[in-house]
């Protein structure tokens, strides 16, 4: 049975797709990773494990059969002395013995242990399942995180693209002037350190976007090199609420999940230990054949063919208290996988505290720099037409330049971090996958 990943359409209803022609779509890149990243893999493959092994067989419920068969022949030289004097010699005396049988056992009371390890492997195998879910929800969200920043990161080397092209212009109107005896050799100067700032900025921030791309691609165990165009819309889901997410964290947090699993398997270890004082009975039966023949001794022949049945009774009366001390050792394991579940509870809840508050902020933020932009572009759009009239310097134009591009990197920035925010409070919250179907 190899198991499947299914992203459910939940991801979509919590904006984290977005839709354009000829780019990677976010829901694409996440299909890729899923299907090439190997930690899913390794994790899939033990989720199998735990299912193939999850039997009745292995839980002890089954009886046991066993078919043998043996067969031996010896050539000896024999010395036989009786008590009435006689003595008998024999050279190479043969000895050929055949046996064969079918034994039946099974075990049809063990202290309730076998109900107990069929729990056991229940629990394993769903624990193995919410390990690979919490693999997903990581990878879900290390996709996204770094899909999103490639878009930010472009559209920032946009800006710098555009602050080059406006510094390259400058750089010509001044030569210009310069060549014509209306400009200053300083203002060709200004206009060239400008445009060669523009330039290495432009250059460091394209290495930011390629660097950026690659671990995406190897995210994806793709090629590092390949070409990604992701789509510039970055959306914001602003009606998450706190008391829905932290009762989503209680009902499907993968760390939360797994910290109750290993209360479940730490109380069912606890009853296989008292399963140990209840006594064990087991029942038999079998068919055996067997034959000897001798060239010497009392029979030349003898076989035996036939049924056997029989009841077998355990009880163990003393073993020095190990098990009273592997009982205790147990109880205090128990209590502490249950104190590790709160504190696992506790810390998340923190967490999720944090990030909801940091969410908050970053949205407010967002709002904010986005009124902000206006005022920014209105006071460019108002110093470029000063700046041709002649009413304002090369570093009066400068300085507004700088303002509107810190502008805008501050609405990028603040934008990306409140998608970042989100993507993790989905993910604490255990929203980010879908469910792990089998497929047969």
Known sequence: MKLRITITILIAAHGLFTFAQDTLKLQDAIVLALQNNYSISLAENTARISGINNTTGNAGMLPKLDLTGARSISINNSHAEYFDGRVRDVADAKTNNQSAGVQLSWTIFDGMNMFIQRDKLNELQELSNIQLRGVVENTVSLVSNVYFDIAVQQKILGLYHEALNISTQRKQFAKARLDLGKGSELAFLQATVDMNADSANYMKQLSVVQNTISDLNLILCR??????????????????????????????????????????????????????????????????????????????????????????????????????????????????????????????????????????????????????????????????????????????????????????????????????????????????????????
């Open 223 to 440: 090629d590092l090199k390949t070409a990604v165009l992701v789509e510039k819309n970055i959306p914001v889901n602003s009606t998450l609420l706190y008391d829905e997410l932290w009762s989503k964290v209680q009902e499907q947090s993968p760390d939360l999940l797994e910290a109750r699993s290993a209360i479940n398997l730490a109380n069912l270890a606890t009853k296989e230990l008292k399963s140990v004082r209840l006594p064990r009975l087991s029942v038999n039966s079998g068919y055996s054949y067997s034959k000897s023949q001798s060239d010497v001794g009392v029979f030349t022949s003898n076989r035996n063919i036939g049924f056997s049945a029989g009841v077998t009774l355990n009880y163990n009366i003393f073993n020095g208290f190990t098990n009273n001390q592997k009982l205790k050792a147990a109880q205090i394991r128990e209590e502490s996988a249950v104190q590790d579940a709160e504190l696992q509870k506790l810390n998340l809840e923190a967490n999720l505290q944090q990030v909801y508050n940091d969410f908050q902020t970053n949205l407010k933020l967002v709002r904010f720099e986005k009124e902000n932009m206006k005022f920014a572009h209105l006071n460019w759009d108002i110093t470029q037409e000063k700046y041709k009239l002649g009413a304002l310097n090369d570093v009066e134009l400068r300085e507004t330049q700088q303002k509107l591009l810190d502008a805008e990197n501050r609405l990028l920035q603040s934008l990306f971090r409140c998608k970042s925010a989100e993507i993790e409070l989905l993910r604490i919250s255990g929203q980010l996958s879908g469910n792990i179907v089998p497929e047969k």
